[in-house]
């Protein structure tokens, strides 16, 4: 990958930190992750990345991502977003709020919505037990 590992843990790391517990789910998701896009300390990152995260509020985050997003190589915007999606998903559920970090990261990313709700939606075709909770 063209991307720093870091600016990809950011990603990642704020869909582990967005309900501020690193499930045993989430830990598997991160290290598919690293293993599909060939990093290396990847779980390190994501741990040092969610440090960085943890004292901030919703704006202070969504900043750190645009920070973080324009790290990111056109060319692997997908990916980025895939490996949020993947993050998000692990518990089987897909909430209001998981939505509404989806579109911030979307934004963060410069990937347009419609083709961010496509992914979603591509990937929850895929895994069948997913479950959409509105609240």
């Given at each position: 990958m063209k991307t720093d590992i870091k600016?990809?843990?950011a990603f990642v790391a704020s869909a582990v930190w967005a309900d501020e517990v690193y499930d045993e789910a989430e830990k598997v998701a991160v290290e598919?992750?690293?293993e599909a896009l060939e990093l290396?300390?990847?779980?390190e990152a994501v741990d040092a990345e969610i440090a960085a995260l943890s004292g901030l509020?919703?704006?202070?985050?969504?900043?750190?991502l645009v920070e973080?997003?324009?790290?990111?190589d056109d060319e692997e915007i997908a990916h980025v977003f895939e490996a949020v999606m993947?993050?998000?998903?692990?518990?089987?559920?897909?909430?209001?709020?998981?939505?509404?970090?989806?579109?911030v990261?979307?934004?963060?990313?410069?990937?347009?919505?419609?083709?961010?709700?496509?992914?979603?939606?591509?990937?929850?075709?895929?895994?069948a037990d997913i479950e959409i909770d509105f609240n």
């Open positions: 600016n990809i843990a598919e992750i690293a290396d300390g990847f779980a509020d919703g704006q202070g985050v969504s900043d750190y973080a997003g324009q790290g990111v993947q993050i998000l998903l692990s518990d089987g559920t897909l909430s209001y709020a998981e939505a509404n970090n989806l579109l990261v979307a934004d963060a990313l410069g990937l347009e919505h419609e083709y961010a709700l496509l992914m979603v939606a591509d990937m929850i075709k895929e895994e």
